[in-house]
């Protein structure tokens, strides 16, 4: 049953993590920096950061086809979730730590998409159980 409604929630959090990395900066310094610009990048913090973007966006691409395996489905997601967290400590570590005067002025709304993936993915979370719980009431019926 791929039409539930923590498939959308999945798919969106699919979109955010590797669609949205190329459209919305991170920061804007000398030029816009996107997240898959820090690949190139020589510090391994930094190119952390679009690894874990496109792990999120796998899993939970992942996550969408184990529709039938729901406690998988709800474990993935938390693990997707707790990526999600890295990811914002990484991003606020980074732009917390440096000087004023550095290469980073402005920050971008890329910042916030681990935010908006781990809202969508508890979203998501609530209802795989909420699909659990029923299936464990209908049981008890038989």
């Known amino acids: 049953m791929i ?11 699919a979109i955010c993590s590797l669609g ?3 459209i919305l900066t991170l920061w804007k310094g000398t030029g816009d920096v996107f997240a898959m610009d820090l690949l190139k990048s020589s510090e391994l913090l930094l190119r ?12 939970s691409v992942l996550t969408i086809g184990l529709f039938k395996k729901r406690k998988r489905q709800f474990v993935l997601n938390r693990l997707n979730i707790l990526i999600n967290f890295f990811l914002l400590g990484i991003l606020i570590y980074y732009l917390l730590t440096l000087s004023g005067d550095a290469e980073v002025s402005e920050k971008g709304i890329g910042v916030f998409l681990p935010i908006v993936n781990i809202v969508l993915l508890v979203l998501a979370n609530k209802a795989i159980q909420k699909d659990e719980n029923l299936v464990k009431s209908v049981d008890r019926l038989r």
């Open 3 to 13: 039409q539930r409604v923590q498939t959308l929630y999945l798919i969106l959090a």
């Open 20 to 22: 949205l990395t190329t």
């Open 48 to 59: 952390l950061i679009p690894v874990f973007f496109i792990i999120s966006g796998l899993m």
